[in-house]
């Protein structure tokens, strides 16, 4: 479903790959790094959920933890743990689509939004309804990104962003209309207070301030030129594939590096010259002004401001995986017996000090170790 | 013989109803109802804590009744806002909610100074769309209201009279309860979900946390559309909800097998072991429109009121339990099962509707709509013990004796139904009817609103009606009733009713009744001559020409590609769009779920409106504009 360009992108991104498994390789040899920053990097005891557990597939793009539950997005169904048990809704069960792309929650609600290939659907205490574009204002069936702000259900779509108006049911579109939004295939979208963020395929960052009703758009400087040719001059790369927005500050994540915003300065972050395991970054979601998690194509990266954590089994042999880097440059390895399923990581979701990592190859839950 | 005679008297009688009736323009005999003070429309009750107050909400002259519960005395008449639904009175006593329906807002009465002679509200707090029922937890801190028009709840903060949140409800949120102990509120939907055409109706029994102030259950009740009051035992352990099981995918020919409407309970929770379906008919008899529902406090019995048959029914819990528990099969639908645990019907007034059971258990005052009265109900004997004349005039007028027409059920077989069964609180019920008797799943129809339907004729969605006094006359005579029903007079009375009945105001305009950016973009598509390529759209597929004049309809009939096999013929009368928002699903079939899909999947060559060449941003824009009609 990428666009084709896509393709050439990432012909493009793998040298840069290779660069980082090169320095996953080296943490043996830096044995006697500082034990300061590897203390302080939390460590997880990783349990990791598949088919062969209950999960209805192994592909998932989605992860939201909610209390007790944890909801999980696959590519057949959409799967709820509780209790020990999955339970997994699908089509036949009202659900839009098989294939389940995005979730969030209206924590004032409990209700739960869910993005699919198919449309969006509302699931409140069981009872799913379902949006599509044939049967609703919402722009596109293929619902990427979904966020919650206010009485407002914020999509992502193939075609644009969406908002509906749950109070009076109001659909609102944007797209290149009415928007800078140059491209209009909306990868992600991250709701605050006062502001929307949207990651825009080949736009950049879309900004949207609910007080005043304008966008905004936030683009590479460097344009389609795949060199950064200043460090920390805006937006890393226009193809951007996540965004979060948190504590006043914007995290955004494209295929080619990442991009911390404070509302007044850049700071980009490259596998050359940050802990990053990967430019190819599937999803970032910040803690906050300064932490943050990366799901690469190469791992799960934490970066707590300073120091880098990588959560993977390795690329090379397929063993636990745990390296820190520090503010140095330094890499150590962090002896561990578990890892996340697969090196392939799409999305993440935290609750307390434990994470759960959507894969490409199962579900993981990090329980965090003191 | 004895039937076909009926039926040639009630066709003479209507021919003479509608020889009355075309001598005078219908909207020269209409009104509005709210503009007919004198009388009241008791609907819903509520006493204070104590028992010795007990408050009235008065539909008609916009009041909240004020009684000395013991003497049945007015002691006050407070103004609220507009057509009231609901009241609720706060654990403490000190404070008394009513739900304006039509303006959006609940008023709040300080009840410390109504022995002071207090005649206003203090406050108003505004809510969804069309409020209606109301509870207060038992902190006396959150307010719940049910929103009809905007299916949600309303949880307000009473000390603020902020909105903190709404919850998704069902399809016409209407009626709420809270347990005992507080921590449940539970709600009931006057329409349907909406699903897929021509399934069983669903609704549920939406259930609030008060501790998460969400919704953490909806119980599904199949084969339910239209349910009313919930009311729940003090020890919390069950709950009854008054409804309707209308039969509405059988033709309706079946009358007299009584295969349009039962009407029942639902039964819910630890006692009942789930949820069970109870019917209250009887062979012959019919207790239609159940509404207003109190269980006493030992739980040992239940009243539920018959709206349209003037009836309250007095159910036996025990028998009920037991013989619920020992049938291994629903039997809703077993007329004779009532016998088992009905242990009364009483007499009361017209149009029963609100309860209210003293907090001994020992009386229940039951609100009689449409005479302005309570009947007083002795639960010992299960007597009627007295009446209290709330002070409504007397002198009953054309349009109240139609309005008593409309919600009385006894014209129809074996007094099954009403009017206000299908047209529940005079709007709609959101279900597809099977009428004519040309075979089952043949010319099935919606049904459509009744609000401010002068300059809308002819009737029916083939146009085969020219006007309301045919409609309401020999066709409800011969289709629905299956017996002879109103007399010449009474026809008259009823068609003045019906036409009287104006549209609610628009919930989706600007507070000052502007237009949005996008609902003026919308009006320019309904209204525009070319297509987006400069290209003039033939004047028959211009929304306006169709829909066009103060309701937007031509009263003429099109084919607009939306026939199906099933129809005899795809020409279909235009419809009004007057309040179009609030009647999903739509198409005279009820095809389409939503607005968008009457042009996304059922106008595929342009016939219904020249349409195709709008983007999704410009449909949706026309769809904008089509709510605030």
């Known amino acids: ?165 749950t109070r009076t049911g109001e659909w609102s579109l944007y797209n290149e209309r009415n928007t800078p939004m140059a491209e209009i295939w909306t990868y992600a979208v991250s709701t605050g207070a006062d502001k929307v963020y ?75 010259d940050s802990g990053l395991p990967s430019n190819f970054t599937n999803q970032v979601k910040g803690l906050d002004a300064t932490r943050a998690w990366f799901c690469t194509d190469k791992g799960l990266a934490y970066y707590d401001g300073v120091n880098w954590a990588v959560y993977r089994p390795a690329l090379d042999t397929g063993k636990p995986e745990m390296y820190i880097r520090d503010a140095s440059g330094k890499i150590t390895s962090v002896p561990v017996k578990t890892a996340p399923a697969h090196n392939y990581m799409l999305s993440i979701d935290f609750e307390g000090d434990d994470v759960w990592v959507a894969t490409g190859k199962g579900l993981s839950h990090g329980i965090r170790q003191k | 013989m004895r039937r076909g005679l009926g039926i040639a008297l009630a066709l003479g009688a209507a021919a003479v109803a509608i020889a009355l009736l075309s001598a005078v323009p219908p909207h020269a005999r209409a009104g509005t109802p709210g503009a007919d003070d004198q009388y009241l429309s008791p609907s819903e009750m509520a006493l204070s804590p104590d028992g010795r107050l007990l408050y009235v909400v008065c539909e008609r002259s ?44 609940v008023s709040v009465i300080d009840a410390t100074t109504i022995d002071a002679g207090t005649r206003a509200a203090t406050r108003t707090i505004a809510t969804g769309a069309e409020p209606y029922g109301v509870v207060v937890d038992r902190a006396g801190k959150t307010l719940y209201v049910a929103n009809r028009i905007s299916n949600d709840v309303s949880v307000i903060d009473i000390a603020t009279g902020v909105q903190r949140k709404r919850l998704m409800a069902g399809h016409g949120a209407s009626y709420m309860a809270i347990s005992a102990d507080g921590s449940r509120v539970y709600c009931t939907h006057v329409y349907p979900r909406i699903g897929a055409q021509r399934t069983v109706p669903q609704s549920e029994i939406t259930v609030i946390d008060t501790a998460r102030e969400a919704v953490v259950e909806r119980t599904p009740l199949d084969g339910v559309a239209g349910m009313f009051h919930v009311a729940v035992s003090a020890d919390g352990r069950m709950g009854v909800v008054a409804q309707m099981r209308p039969k509405n995918l059988l033709p309706l020919a079946h009358v007299e097998h009584g295969w349009v409407f039962g009407h029942s309970l639902t039964v819910f929770g630890a006692d009942a072991g789930g949820t069970i379906e109870v019917p209250l008919d009887e062979l012959e008899r019919y207790y239609s429109l159940q509404y207003g529902v109190a269980i006493t406090p030992n739980k040992s019995r239940i009243f539920v009121t018959a709206s349209g048959s003037d009836i309250v029914t007095v159910i036996d819990t025990e028998r009920l339990l037991a013989f619920a528990h020992g049938r291994r099969r629903p039997f809703v639908n077993d007329l004779s099962a009532s016998a088992n645990y009905v242990m009364g019907r009483i007499a009361v007034g017209k149009n029963p509707r609100g309860v209210a059971m003293s907090p001994n258990g020992m009386r229940l005052y ?93 009737f029916k969605w083939n146009g085969g009606n020219p006007s309301m006094a045919q409609e309401c006359g020999p066709r409800t005579d011969m289709y629905f009733y299956r017996s002879q029903s109103y007399s010449p007079p009474e026809l008259a ?51 306006a020409y ?75 824009d026309l769809i904008e504009y089509l709510r605030t009609l």
Not at chain 1, 211 to 235: C, H, I, M, S
């Open chain 2, 493 to 543: 009375d009823l068609v003045d009713y019906i036409y009287s009945l104006p549209a609610r105001p628009s919930r989706f305009r600007l507070p000052d009744g502007q237009l949005t950016a996008a609902q003026e973009r919308g009006k320019a598509i309904f209204y525009r001559t070319v297509n987006k390529f400069g290209k003039a759209i033939p004047e028959a597929n211009q929304c």
């Open chain 2, 366 to 458: 039951v609100a009689n709509r449409m005479d302005d009265t309570l009947s007083v109900i002795d639960t010992a004997s299960n007597k009627s013990v007295g009446t209290i004349d709330l002070g409504g005039s007397k002198n009953i007028s054309a349009l109240r004796r139609g309005e008593q027409l409309f919600t009385a059920s006894r014209y129809a077989f074996q007094g099954q139904f009403s009017c206000a069964n299908c047209h529940i609180d005079s709007t709609f019920d959101g279900l597809t009817w099977d009428l004519e008797p040309d075979g089952f799943g043949k010319d099935i129809v919606d049904n459509r609103l009744i609000e401010d339907l002068s300059g809308t004729e002819p």
């Open chain 1, 198 to 272: 949207y990651a825009v395929w080949g736009s950049g960052v879309l900004e949207y301030t609910i007080a005043t009703g304008r966008w905004k758009d936030y683009t590479d400087p460097d344009g389609e030129n795949e060199l950064v040719l200043f460090r920390d001059q805006g937006l890393i790369h226009k193809i951007t594939t996540s965004v979060s927005y948190v504590d006043n500050t914007l995290w955004a994540a494209t295929y080619f590096g990442d991009s911390h915003y404070d509302g007044r300065s850049w700071h980009n972050f490259l596998t050359k």
């Open chain 1, 1 to 165: 479903m990428k666009p084709p360009i896509l393709t050439a992108l990432l012909l493009v991104t793998l040298p840069l790959a290779g660069t980082v498994k090169s320095a996953a390789v080296k943490p043996a040899a830096a044995k006697n790094a500082a034990e300061a920053s590897t203390t302080s990097m939390p460590l997880f005891r990783w349990e990791n959920f598949t088919t062969a557990n209950g999960l209805p597939d192994n592909h998932v793009f989605a992860v939201l933890v909610d209390g007790d539950r944890v909801w999980a997005g696959t590519e057949n169904g959409l799967a709820l743990l509780e209790g020990g048990r999955w339970k997994v809704l699908t089509p036949r069960d009202g659900l839009a689509h098989r294939v389940v792309l995005s979730l969030a929650i209206d924590k004032s609600t409990g209700d739960l939004w869910v993005g699919t290939m198919g449309g969006l659907s509302h699931i409140s205490a069981g009872r799913i309804d379902t949006y599509t574009q044939l049967n609703s204002g919402l722009s596109n069936d293929v619902v990427y990104g979904v966020g919650v702000q206010g009485d407002f259900v914020w999509t992502a779509t193939a075609a644009g962003a969406s908002r509906l108006n």
């Open chain 2, 546 to 620: 169709c829909h066009s004049g103060p309701k937007h309809t031509s009263q003429k009939q099109f084919d607009v590609g939306t026939g199906k096999w099933t129809d005899r013929s795809p020409i279909f009368d235009t419809p009004q769009l007057v309040n179009i928002a609030l009647t999903a699903p739509y198409l005279h079939d009820e095809s389409a779920r939503s607005l968008e899909e009457i042009w996304t999947v059922f106008n595929p060559h342009d016939q219904h409106g020249a349409t195709n060449d709008l983007t999704k941003d410009e449909l949706n």
């Open chain 2, 62 to 105: 916009d009041q909240l009744l004020v009684l000395n519960a013991k003497q049945g005395v007015v002691l006050r008449r407070i103004r609220v806002g507009h057509i009231p639904r609901s009241v609720a009175v706060s654990p403490d006593g000190r404070q008394v909610f009513v739900t304006n329906s039509w303006d959006d807002t």
